[in-house]
């Protein structure tokens, strides 16, 4: 079954940010899906199992950004 959740990234402010975000995020083994809302900052991950926190933390890093939460 699929799960999905929501974090929020600051620091993206153009849609090269969003696709370096995307592109980094889909790299997580089991992420089906990376959704980026630009105006929020909100990104909807959704994958085959729950995904680590750490590990969408460290990718939003190595895109550059910083989760918020
Ligand atoms: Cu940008």
Do not use: F
Request: hydrophobic letters at 35%; one cysteine or more.
């Amino acid at each position: 079954m699929s799960s999905t959740a929501t974090y929020t990234v600051s620091g993206m402010t153009c849609g090269h940010c969003v696709s370096s975000v995307t592109e980094e995020v889909t790299t997580i083994p089991g992420v089906t899906d990376v959704q980026v809302d630009l105006a929020s900052g909100a990104v909807t991950i959704t994958s085959d199992s729950p995904v680590d926190d750490d590990a969408v933390k460290a990718a939003v890093d190595e895109a550059g950004y910083e989760l918020v939460r």
